[in-house]
């Protein structure tokens, strides 16, 4: 796999809900995953960024306070003027190891110095792991756009 973009953060209490053993709000973990998500796409394309979609986000586990989250972002596909960014989030543990709590797809468009959108470089699918998510990539834009023509009373 390519170079990812790694963010890390400690839960502290203004991210954290008020139950008796405080979780990380998920808006909270939306907002880191989409400014790692956004540094992914603007090294990537050399361009600033704009947010398209969240594609998919999966709360797969809690977080909570005090808990150490490690954010890892790649591009997984482009398009033409767009490109798509896995973002995995990850606890880490003091042992060090990680589990995986949350798995979201971001869909960015690169913009040119007057703010609309201009081609980004291809991605190129080299090893096993990068042709089956690029695929999978493919599979959800076409979702995305089939989901689209429904809302404007299509397909």
Same mark, same amino acid.
């Given at each position: 796999?390519?170079?990812?973009?790694?963010?890390?953060?400690?839960?502290?209490?203004?991210?954290?809900?008020?139950?008796?053993?405080?979780? /990380?709000?998920?808006?909270?973990?939306?907002?880191?995953? &989409?400014? *790692?998500?956004?540094? $992914?796409?603007?090294?990537? %394309? +050399? =361009?600033?960024?704009?947010?398209?979609?969240?594609?998919? /986000?999966?709360?797969?586990?809690?977080?909570?306070?005090? &808990?150490? *989250?490690?954010?890892? $972002?790649?591009?997984?596909? %482009? +398009? =033409?003027?767009?490109?798509?960014?896995?973002?995995?989030?990850?606890?880490?543990?003091?042992?060090?190891?990680?589990?995986?709590?949350?798995?979201?797809?971001?869909?960015?468009?690169?913009?040119?110095?007057?703010?609309?959108?201009?081609?980004?470089?291809?991605?190129?699918?080299?090893?096993?792991?990068?042709?089956?998510?690029?695929?999978?990539?493919?599979?959800?834009?076409?979702?995305?756009?089939?989901?689209?023509?429904?809302?404007?009373?299509?397909?």
């Amino acid at each position: 796999m390519r170079e990812k973009t790694t963010t890390v953060q400690i839960v502290m209490p203004q991210h954290c809900n008020g139950y008796a053993k405080p979780r /990380l709000f998920g808006g909270q973990i939306m907002a880191w995953i &989409d400014v *790692v998500g956004a540094v $992914a796409a603007r090294r990537y %394309t +050399g =361009r600033a960024v704009t947010t398209i979609c969240i594609d998919n /986000l999966t709360f797969l586990k809690p977080a909570y306070l005090n &808990d150490t *989250v490690v954010q890892e $972002a790649m591009v997984t596909w %482009t +398009g =033409r003027t767009s490109l798509e960014v896995r973002v995995d989030s990850m606890v880490e543990r003091l042992d060090g190891s990680r589990e995986l709590i949350n798995r979201a797809y971001v869909v960015f468009v690169a913009l040119d110095d007057e703010d609309k959108p201009t081609t980004v470089p291809p991605f190129v699918p080299e090893t096993e792991e990068e042709i089956r998510t690029f695929h999978d990539a493919e599979l959800r834009k076409h979702m995305r756009m089939s989901l689209g023509d429904e809302a404007k009373g299509g397909k």
